[in-house]
């Protein structure tokens, strides 16, 4: 938290403004002469939001959002004479978009927005001056803006000098602002992340306050914002506010109750900073957009921070001192599942984080004795396309401070993908199949599709793990010995 004296200095602040004049200076032209046909018509236009929050940060944004004193009628009207392409992207909210050349566009009439009571769809009505529509914005870094074509700054709210004291502060009391649209408890939670700010106390008490009113709030919104959150250049610093605010109880229960397991005894790590530290470690592993694991990737980070969310449900303390999480990684990934569905996210991405979870444990047994080819070949088909994946995952699932032991593990995960780039080398391992297929196992067999072939090709495919390549005249050999054995 900022400390109660802390205050942008003089300096800071014209250092701020002179990061804002050079991105503004770099705006199309288009933007320029968009600013000249809405004052022709008699209306204002202003740049606003996170592209004039930015510009300060020193960064060009490429999302380029407007509000107008127009209505959405006439401001459709002014964009059709601007763009080569207009479309009504939420008019009953009062937006437009368009697009001229690469430059693409939305404007929104002033507003102001709140929730009814028992309703999960926020009302709208229209404002009349800029100076109110900011006011009813999220947070002060947000609620700038800059005429057009005029670059005069709008800060009514004191954002600038809470974007020099890297501080998350409410136009209006946090306690309003998060009544009016309760997402923006989830909001301060993903600013927190992706700038690296602080909140506000006041905002810090309207948050553990309200956390409950989030339920009013459609699930896809609340995805949204934990999505870019944890997207974010520090997902850490926003898991924690959620998890300290009781946010995470309403979001992400799971991750919430992982502080269950912390023991007093300290018979075992603390399981919730240790899957934080997951997370930062898997994300150091992500690579360039080149490489196999481009950065930021929401599935590696989703299944870094849900690896262990089994662990509370299957946690046991055994008679010598000890405590146990067995198949902690089978039930985390049911939970994981269950969780993400409630949050709709997309079918691929439950499947694919969820059987991230179920195999993060698959490699401990490695170092306890040589896997066969067999076990090596299991590991790499049930991964999939997921296997760069979970390479980084079981490598940031290495928290221990015993470096004898880090060193162990990684020498050993280390061995295991030299033994699956060598076996891939020589038997394409991504494509691993038995050497007969359906209709070749049915007519080897005499039989009609039904699931007896099915059978066949599961024991041709068990055959193929363990010996590796047999060759047709082998595999029909196998097929004809399983099928008189069958009998």
Request: proline share 5%.
């Amino acid at each position: 938290m900022p400390s109660p004296d802390r205050s942008a200095t003089t300096d800071t602040l014209a250092d701020l403004q002179r990061r804002a004049q050079a991105s503004l200076a770099s705006l199309p032209p288009e933007v320029t002469e968009l600013g000249h046909v809405f004052a022709g018509a008699g209306h204002e236009l202003a740049l606003v939001g996170g592209p004039v929050r930015d510009a300060f940060l020193g960064e060009v944004s490429h999302d380029l959002d407007f509000t107008t004193s127009a209505r959405p009628d006439e401001t459709e009207r002014l964009l059709s004479r601007w763009a080569d392409a207009h479309w009504d992207i939420g008019k009953e909210y009062g937006t437009i978009g368009a697009r001229k050349g690469d430059v693409v566009v939305e404007v929104t009439t002033y507003r102001t927005e709140a929730y009814e009571v028992g309703s999960r769809k926020p009302a709208v009505s229209y404002g009349d001056t800029l100076e109110g529509d900011l006011t009813r914005r999220d947070f002060t870094v947000n609620a700038m803006a800059v005429r057009l074509p005029s670059l005069e700054l709008v800060d009514p709210t004191g954002g600038m000098r809470d974007l020099g004291d890297h501080l998350l502060r409410t136009p209006v009391t946090a306690t309003q602002s998060f009544d009016d649209d309760p997402l923006r408890i989830m909001r301060a939670a993903r600013f927190t992340a992706q700038l690296g700010f602080d909140v506000d106390p006041d905002v810090m008490r309207a948050m553990t306050d309200m956390a409950g009113r989030l339920e009013i709030v459609s699930a896809e919104r609340v995805r949204a914002e934990l999505e870019r959150l944890l997207l974010s250049r520090s997902p850490r610093r926003g898991l924690e506010l959620m998890v300290y605010t009781g946010v995470a109880d309403v979001v992400l229960p799971e991750l919430a109750q992982l502080q269950q397991t912390v023991d007093e005894h300290k018979r075992h790590k603390d399981v919730y900073e240790h899957t934080l530290t997951v997370l930062d470690q898997a994300i150091a592993m992500e690579t360039g957009p080149d490489g196999p694991v481009p950065g930021p990737d929401l599935v590696l980070r989703l299944a870094a921070v849900m690896h262990d969310v089994g662990k509370p449900a299957t946690r046991r303390f055994e008679p010598g001192g000890g405590v146990s999480f067995h198949h902690h990684e089978l039930v985390g990934a049911k939970l994981t599942a269950r969780r993400l569905k409630a949050l709709r996210f997309d079918k691929q991405t439950i499947k694919d984080v969820s059987r991230l979870v179920e195999l993060h444990l698959r490699f401990h047994g490695y170092g306890d004795g040589v896997w066969t080819d067999s076990a090596v070949r299991r590991y790499v088909t049930d991964a999939g396309p997921l296997l760069e994946r979970l390479h980084r995952l079981t490598r940031a699932d290495c928290t221990t401070r015993n470096q004898r032991k880090a060193m162990r593990l990684a020498a050993a995960y280390d061995d295991l993908e030299e033994r699956i780039v060598r076996l891939k080398e020589h038997e394409q391992l991504k494509a691993i199949r038995p050497e007969l297929d359906g209709r070749q196992i049915m007519t080897i067999l005499g039989i009609p599709a039904g699931p007896v072939v099915g059978e066949a090709y599961a024991f041709l495919l068990d055959l193929r793990m363990e010996r590796g390549p047999l060759g047709e005249d082998a595999a029909r050999e196998a097929l004809l010995a399983w099928w008189a054995a069958r009998d």
